[in-house]
T-cell receptor
């Protein structure tokens, strides 16, 4: 089955700096790669996603890149703000698996003011 | 528009008991998925239901079961509870059954097994 690895497990950045989280996946059939943000006491919330027919996607301060050949994808957050502090999860799925997501282990991001 | 609602939010059980968790999806959503979140294993897929049919199942023992009703509400049941079942159980709903739409997560039901 699919295996998703995520690095780093913790990330501390100064407010205004950029943060980068990287994930690798194992199943070449995976075609959907969402990123979720989970704040304390809440469920994960989708912040951006990318499909395998696209190499990069941006939404304001957040961007995701996908390298299908190398089977890795990354989340980039620019101009970080204290409210970006949370746990971020990458995930992967393929069409045959329906809404089954395989998640990475998570990255705890701390943005220091 | 109301989000995904999970009840109860917190519960404490003892080993050997059983528990039933409930999930009300976003109105109009027909897919409901369940995930277990623990510090050690992270987020793991339990099962997905679409139009009252189980479409997919994760690698969990048969003690974990679920069902979906005609109004798309879903329940999951864990029988013969073990200490390792202590976790946050998350429900997610989606408009479609394929991986073409966003999953919306509820805030979870935190189960503690003593």
């Amino acid at each position: 089955g699919e295996n998703v690895e995520q690095h780093p497990s913790t990330l501390s950045v100064q407010e205004g700096d950029s943060a980068v989280i990287k994930c690798t996946y194992s199943d070449s059939a995976s075609n959907y790669f969402p990123w979720y943000k989970q704040e304390l006491g809440k469920g994960p919330q989708l912040i951006i996603d990318i499909r395998s027919n696209v190499g990069e996607k941006k939404d304001q301060r957040i961007a995701v890149t996908l390298n299908k050949t190398a089977k890795h994808f990354s989340l980039h957050i620019t101009e970080t703000q204290p409210e970006d502090s949370a746990v971020y999860f990458c995930a992967a799925s393929n069409r045959a698996a329906g809404n089954k997501l395989t998640f990475g282990g998570g990255t705890r991001v701390l943005v220091k003011p | 528009k109301a989000g995904v609602t999970q009840t109860p939010r917190y519960l404490i059980k003892t080993r050997g008991q059983q528990v039933t968790l409930s999930c009300s999806p976003i109105s109009g959503h027909r897919s409901v998925s369940w995930y277990q979140q623990t510090p050690g294993q992270g987020l793991q897929f339990l099962f997905e239901y679409f139009s009252e049919t189980q479409r997919n199942k994760g690698n969990f023992p048969g003690r974990f079961s679920g069902r979906q009703f005609s109004n798309s509400r879903s329940e999951m049941n864990v029988s013969t509870l073990e200490l390792g079942d202590s976790a946050l159980y998350l429900c997610a709903s989606s408009l479609t059954g394929g991986n073409t739409g966003e999953l919306f997560f509820g805030e979870g039901s935190r189960l503690t097994v003593l």
